[in-house]
């Protein structure tokens, strides 16, 4: 159960795209279509902003996009806005009943 | 609406037992699959636990042997049983649904209550 690979910071100024990345193995990202990303400010709870690798829940903007292509999902927030600066993680099912997480990206709007 | 409020935690020494509570309303726990994940003070979240509709548990790596997932359908309530804590256990846990609308992800998730382990 390692956890995901994230780059720990990502940056882009209001009106650009930012693309994060989260990296696994064929036993995680690789192996099931169920890679979820959360959005989190400080002292908050994490917000579920992707499922199944790129289905957004209702309520959630379209600029929010998500992709995968091997042991890798990407999570891509477009037309980036003051409010999209937080933090972002990943998360995999694992298979074997158990699910894992990435280290978490600080997405700053410069 | 589907709300979830942890409460339970607090400062407890190297060793001891906690159990925390999670309420929900909106929805009921025993119909779903619900977990708990955690996050050490400035640091990344990490899956703990969790129980599946039918009562089945599964765990962490790191909790293992020490945690016990449960709930109680009469008070719609999840609990988790912690024991034997470690300094490292230190963190925010946070109770969520899996998959109740969104499969496989951790759709709702409560405000958290924080657990102290120290000395």
């Known amino acids: 159960q390692s956890a995901l690979t994230q780059p720990p910071s990502a940056s882009g100024s209001p009106g650009q795209s930012v693309t994060i990345s989260c990296t696994g193995t064929?036993?995680?990202?690789?192996?099931?279509?169920?890679v979820s990303w959360y959005q989190q400010y400080p002292g908050k709870a994490p917000k579920l902003m992707i499922y199944e690798v790129s289905e957004r829940p209702s309520g959630v903007p379209d600029r929010f996009s998500g992709s995968k292509s091997g042991n890798t999902a990407s999570l891509t927030v477009s037309g980036l806005q003051a409010e999209d600066e937080a933090d972002y993680y990943c998360?995999?099912?694992?298979?074997?009943?158990?699910?894992?997480f990435g280290g978490g990206t600080k997405l700053t709007v410069l | 609406e589907v709300q979830l409020v942890e409460s339970g935690g607090g400062l407890i020494q190297p060793g001891g037992s906690l159990r925390l509570s999670c309420a929900a309303s909106g929805f009921t726990v025993s119909g779903n699959y619900m977990s708990w994940v955690r996050q050490a003070p400035g640091k990344g979240l990490e899956w703990v636990s969790v129980i599946y509709s039918g009562g089945d548990t599964y765990y962490g790596d790191s909790v293992k042997g020490r945690f016990i997932i449960s709930r109680d359908n009469s008070k719609n309530t999840l609990s988790l049983q912690m024991n034997s804590l470690r300094v490292e256990d230190t963190a925010m846990y946070y109770c969520?649904?899996?998959?109740?609308?969104?499969?496989?992800?951790?759709?709702?998730w409560g405000q958290g209550t924080l657990v102290t382990v120290s000395s």
């Open positions: 998360s995999s099912y694992g298979g074997s009943n158990n699910w894992v």
């Open positions: 064929s036993s995680d990202v690789g192996g099931y279509n169920y």
């Open positions: 969520a649904t899996v998959g109740a609308t969104h499969p496989y992800a951790f759709d709702y």
